[in-house]
């Protein structure tokens, strides 16, 4: 068996294991691509009227949304501008709870309660991640099925390659005439279209699969050069106080971020789990782009800033390594490139659902037609 004919072997095997999976994968992609642009449309009641008066603290807030899920944890909680509602996040990993409370940021009146594991979109992020499996199972079939499509758009290059200059306009176009059978046509569009989205299917399966496995995440990171931990660290106080002692309460930490932080798009306060932790808040400084936030840990005693460790500190602290690690789910959604990037992502998503069904047809179709033979 020569090297071509291993590497088809190898696409052939690789590509009817895994490409149900990499359909699901790549069509929940291309619906969850808008989510934020689906979701303003209909999210008027997260608006309120602005007015000249003191908002609720993060103690006040917790305390009221408290009321609703008496039993469940409070991740965070978020604010925005002032005609925005407060927003309080609840999440439990077992049994999976994850709910948002949202309030009136001046009178405390509760606004809505949203549901994140019900609905269209939760739906989709489900399949997307673990092909509505249960986590433990879903996840790892997903996450090995990504890596080995890796190979598939790599083996698929390899083949896609003409022996002949000659037959490299072929590769490019889709040169049909009227008597043109359906197979010369399905292959066209598995290998034309195929070596178009190659490159890009390649980064959206990369982002995806560094989403995945910290192994591979730890592994980029150290190969640009990375020095700090790649992985997120909330730091411990730096010193603790005496009875004597008059404790700040983190209350004043927002008000303070907001003066100095005018252009944020938002803060969202993370309540210590323990005495010895701090608090951390996550300062959004784009609309629509997680990699230059910043992460600003206090000591929930003094309110001293404390800085971390790891990559997710303030975002101008972070070097290439750093920012190739941050940018990573916003390349893999394509909100790093704007509306402009989402359109390609959206694009390519849907394009690299095509493959696994011309695949499968180019192989049905090549085996049917050496069964007939056998057959007559």
Partial sequence: MNFKKFILQLHKIL???????????????CCWTFKDEIESLYD??????????????????????????????????????????IEVIFYDAKPEFYQS??????????IQVDNHLSGFFAFILKGHMRLWLPKEIGEQVVGVSILMFIFIIISGFILWLPKKRKNLKQRLTFDW??????????????????????SLALVLAFTGSMMSYN???????????????????IP??????????????????????SKENPNAESFELHYPKTKDESIYVEVSNSKGLYYDSDFRFFDQNTLEE?????????????????????MNYDIHIG???????????????????????????????RNYKKQKRVGS
């Avoid at 590509?15 to 992609?29: E, P, Q």
């Avoid at 409370?101 to 509760?110: A, K």
């Avoid at 008597?179 to 190659?198: A, E, P, Q």
């Fill in 215 to 233: 192994w591979l995440k730890y592994v980029v990171y150290k190969a640009t050069g990375g020095e700090k931990a790649a992985r997120f660290i």
């Fill in 306 to 326: 404390i800085e971390t460790p790891s990559i997710y500190g303030k975002y101008k602290n972070a070097n290439v390594a750093d920012k190739i690690q941050r």
């Fill in 101 to 110: 409370v949202f309030l009136n940021p001046y009178s405390g009146e509760l």
């Fill in 236 to 257: 411990e106080n730096k010193r603790k106080i005496s009875d004597k002692d008059a404790k700040i309460p983190m209350d004043y930490l927002i008000e303070k971020l």
């Fill in 335 to 365: 909100a790093i490139g704007g509306i402009a990037g989402k359109i390609i992502a959206f694009v390519i998503s849907l394009l690299t659902a095509s493959l696994p069904v011309t695949g499968v047809l180019l192989w049905y179709g």
């Fill in 15 to 29: 590509g009817l294991t895994t490409g149900l999976v990499v359909f699901v994968v790549a069509i929940t992609g």
């Fill in 177 to 198: 005439k009227k008597n043109t059978r359906w197979k010369r046509k399905n292959f066209d569009l598995h290998t034309v279209v195929g070596f178009y989205i190659c």
């Fill in 44 to 85: 008027d009641y997260k608006k309120v009227v602005p007015k000249n008066e003191p908002i609720l603290t993060p103690t006040k807030a917790k305390e009221l949304a408290k009321n609703v899920f008496p039993n469940n944890t409070v991740h965070g909680t978020l604010f925005k501008k002032d005609d925005d509602a």
